[in-house]
């Protein structure tokens, strides 16, 4: 009865690591779509991070510059790895340890505790093998051949087998971290503890966007085994694993060995302090979940806010800024965003790229299409992250509130959506950027600049009105219909057209004033006719997102009422 439990329950686990309870009622099975997208992102990148390591083991480079070509990349491997998974636990943060649900459904059947935590662990552990795995599939296959492949067969097996121990064990440094800080937090009480788990979520994955784009760069061997930058890379963990993964593959230089002895013992405190922080949850917390509430009390912050024009108007967008301020989950969906674009603005600020098209002088406190890319990048970023927390509800089982109440769809209804976009994503992106640009910039190209921000703004807030028939945070969804795969690569495509068309924005704020004033003028006008088109539409609330019929019907009808067989 044990093993079955446990294996019912490891099913259980393993498959909620994505919150059912915000899904639609029509999303039977449509949780494999999503996985399966994610799975698909993950092999994209580790055949493009494949590719780059067999052409860098194959080039045909003077052996100082082909060794730290080799290094670089193999270093780039193991951060690589290590971000995947610190955002993988970050994403997974609120599903690593039981919740009042699981206490409260399972705790009056006949189930040991022991297997409760044993499934749990088991099921973490699955997803973090299958995460580094799919990961590291294809790179792995072409990294022997790249970096070994004159070693011949032994060694190519032999750097087979260390790229996977060390993959896994800079992912389970990662993880077992995410899991000791979270173990920790869970020493304080249970509110404190909600109000805290938030903010660390949100700083740990900063902290691991931040670290992977500012990592350091070496031009020869002699530089990286230098003792005084020796003292810097002992603070940086994935250095710490590049240095195991020379000594496992027996090619480690003597200076690298205080490295790899930090990964050993970074890897053991890691996992004893995962093991503690389980250990911590079996004997504390699960009475905590069971006798203290989650709820947390409002800010008293927000208990007025200003009117934003009727009172359905104002009720809608006072309730989006109530919910994202008290809701964790929303919370930490924009801070995702917000990270996406915080290690693209890292990214660009240290592309040679765009550093060759600063001007010359302080590239700070003048016009430069770094500050420009940066802004609009913060702008996309907050929009649609507001957007996809709206398509969240905060508690399906609640929507029935909304549907007895006389809410249409129509324009005051897409007003108050409007509203709340603007109120949440557009104006704080806006307002930051223009604090920033009026203290660095001069007030003329700064103006120009904050009045093309604030167009871009109303078009991508439009844009993301199109399809949208909800009240923010209260209707179901589906999520094979969230293509983050393709939106990850739109955002890399953003950068590129945003660095090619940032130095057209330039000219014209500081050469040409006929420039600036064609630019305003073809912003408006798209903006004008997408809030048009978005006016035009004449459709009710969608609260359940239904997926579309795998047999269509014709709705063909006989007499005019009977419909035809």
């Given at each position: 009865?044990?093993?079955?439990?446990f294996?019912?329950?490891?099913?259980?686990?393993?498959?909620?690591?994505?919150?059912?309870?915000l899904?639609?009622?029509a999303?039977?099975?449509?949780i494999?779509?999503?996985?399966?997208?994610?799975?698909a992102?993950?092999?994209?990148?580790?055949?493009?991070?494949?590719?780059?390591?067999?052409?860098?083991?194959?080039?045909?480079?003077?052996?100082?510059?082909?060794?730290i070509?080799?290094?670089?990349?193999?270093?780039?491997?193991?951060?690589?790895?290590?971000?995947?998974?610190?955002?993988?636990?970050?994403?997974?943060?609120?599903?690593m340890?039981?919740?009042?649900?699981?206490?409260?459904?399972?705790?009056?059947?006949?189930?040991?505790?022991?297997?409760?935590?044993?499934?749990?662990?088991?099921?973490?552990?699955?997803?973090?093998?299958?995460?580094?795995?799919?990961?590291n599939?294809?790179?792995?296959?072409?990294?022997?051949?790249?970096?070994?492949a004159?070693?011949?067969?032994?060694?190519?097996?032999?750097?087979f087998?260390?790229?996977?121990?060390?993959?896994?064990?800079?992912?389970?440094?990662?993880?077992?971290l995410v899991?000791?800080?979270?173990?920790?937090?869970?020493l304080?009480?249970?509110?404190?503890?909600l109000?805290?788990?938030a903010?660390?979520?949100?700083?740990?994955?900063?902290?691991?966007?931040?670290?992977?784009?500012?990592q350091?760069?070496?031009?020869?061997?002699?530089?990286?085994?230098?003792?005084?930058?020796?003292?810097?890379l002992?603070?940086?963990p994935?250095?710490?694993?590049?240095?195991?993964?020379q000594?496992?593959?027996?090619?480690?230089?003597?200076a690298?060995?205080?490295?790899?002895?930090?990964?050993w013992?970074?890897?053991?405190?890691?996992?004893?302090?995962?093991?503690?922080?389980?250990?911590?949850?079996?004997?504390?917390?699960?009475?905590?979940?069971?006798?203290?509430?989650?709820?947390?009390?409002?800010?008293?912050?927000l208990?007025?806010?200003?009117?934003f024009?009727?009172?359905?108007?104002?009720a809608i967008?006072?309730?989006?800024?109530?919910?994202?301020f008290?809701?964790?989950?929303?919370?930490?969906t924009?801070?995702?965003?917000?990270?996406?674009?915080?290690?693209?603005?890292?990214?660009?600020?240290?592309?040679?790229?765009?550093?060759?098209?600063?001007?010359?002088?302080?590239?700070?406190?003048?016009?430069?299409?770094?500050?420009?890319?940066?802004?609009?990048?913060?702008?996309?970023?907050?929009?649609?992250?507001?957007?996809v927390a709206?398509?969240?509800?905060i508690?399906?089982?609640?929507?029935?509130?909304?549907r007895?109440t006389?809410?249409?769809g129509?324009?005051d209804?897409?007003?108050?959506?409007?509203?709340?976009?603007?109120?949440?994503?557009?104006?704080?992106?806006?307002?930051?950027?223009?604090?920033?640009?009026?203290?660095?910039?001069?007030?003329?190209?700064?103006?120009?600049?904050?009045?093309i921000?604030?167009?871009?703004g109303?078009?991508?807030?439009?844009?993301?009105?199109?399809?949208?028939?909800k009240?923010?945070?209260?209707?179901?969804?589906?999520?094979?219909?969230?293509?983050?795969?393709?939106?990850?690569?739109?955002?890399?495509?953003?950068?590129?057209l945003?660095?090619?068309?940032?130095?057209?924005?330039?000219?014209?704020l500081?050469?040409?004033?006929?420039?600036?004033?064609?630019?305003?003028t073809?912003?408006?006008?798209?903006?004008?006719?997408?809030?048009?088109?978005?006016?035009?539409?004449?459709?009710?609330?969608?609260?359940?997102?239904?997926p579309?019929?795998a047999?269509?019907?014709?709705?063909?009808t006989?007499?005019?009422?009977?419909?035809?067989?």
């Amino acid at each position: 009865m044990a093993r079955l439990q446990f294996r019912v329950l490891y099913r259980q686990f393993l498959f909620r690591m994505v919150d059912l309870e915000l899904l639609s009622r029509a999303a039977q099975g449509d949780i494999n779509g999503l996985l399966g997208k994610f799975a698909a992102l993950l092999l994209f990148l580790s055949l493009w991070l494949g590719a780059i390591a067999f052409g860098v083991g194959n080039l045909p480079l003077p052996p100082a510059v082909r060794l730290i070509a080799v290094w670089a990349m193999e270093h780039f491997l193991i951060a690589t790895t290590m971000l995947v998974v610190g955002l993988f636990a970050v994403i997974s943060w609120d599903s690593m340890f039981p919740d009042r649900r699981d206490v409260l459904v399972l705790s009056p059947l006949p189930i040991r505790a022991r297997t409760l935590f044993l499934s749990k662990a088991a099921a973490v552990a699955t997803a973090l093998c299958l995460a580094v795995g799919i990961l590291n599939a294809l790179s792995s296959l072409a990294s022997p051949f790249g970096f070994a492949a004159a070693s011949g067969g032994l060694g190519m097996l032999r750097l087979f087998g260390v790229y996977w121990v060390t993959m896994l064990s800079a992912g389970a440094f990662n993880f077992g971290l995410v899991l000791s800080i979270q173990g920790l937090a869970q020493l304080l009480p249970r509110q404190q503890f909600l109000r805290v788990s938030a903010t660390l979520q949100i700083a740990a994955f900063f902290l691991f966007v931040s670290m992977y784009f500012l990592q350091l760069p070496f031009a020869s061997p002699s530089d990286l085994l230098s003792i005084q930058n020796q003292r810097l890379l002992g603070w940086l963990p994935s250095y710490w694993f590049f240095g195991l993964f020379q000594q496992l593959n027996g090619t480690m230089p003597e200076a690298l060995a205080l490295l790899a002895r930090r990964a050993w013992i970074g890897l053991a405190a890691s996992l004893g302090g995962a093991a503690a922080a389980y250990l911590i949850c079996y004997f504390r917390t699960l009475r905590k979940i069971a006798e203290q509430a989650d709820i947390l009390p409002g800010s008293a912050g927000l208990r007025w806010l200003p009117p934003f024009g009727g009172l359905l108007e104002t009720a809608i967008a006072q309730f989006s800024i109530r919910t994202l301020f008290r809701s964790r989950r929303h919370r930490v969906t924009l801070s995702f965003y917000m990270g996406l674009a915080f290690a693209f603005v890292l990214f660009i600020t240290k592309a040679p790229v765009l550093q060759t098209m600063a001007p010359a002088g302080d590239p700070w406190h003048q016009v430069n299409p770094q500050m420009m890319v940066a802004s609009i990048l913060v702008m996309c970023s907050a929009v649609v992250g507001m957007r996809v927390a709206f398509a969240m509800p905060i508690d399906l089982r609640a929507n029935w509130i909304f549907r007895v109440t006389p809410i249409r769809g129509g324009q005051d209804c897409r007003n108050s959506v409007r509203r709340s976009l603007f109120a949440l994503g557009v104006a704080p992106a806006w307002v930051a950027s223009a604090a920033v640009f009026c203290w660095l910039w001069p007030w003329r190209p700064a103006a120009g600049h904050l009045t093309i921000l604030g167009l871009i703004g109303i078009i991508l807030a439009e844009v993301c009105l199109q399809s949208f028939r909800k009240i923010p945070f209260t209707c179901s969804f589906l999520p094979g219909k969230t293509h983050y795969h393709i939106a990850i690569m739109a955002y890399v495509a953003l950068v590129v057209l945003l660095g090619e068309g940032a130095e057209i924005e330039r000219s014209a704020l500081v050469e040409s004033g006929l420039r600036l004033a064609t630019l305003l003028t073809v912003l408006g006008v798209v903006a004008a006719l997408l809030r048009w088109r978005t006016d035009s539409l004449e459709e009710g609330i969608e609260f359940e997102d239904i997926p579309a019929p795998a047999v269509m019907v014709l709705g063909l009808t006989r007499d005019g009422t009977s419909p035809v067989s």
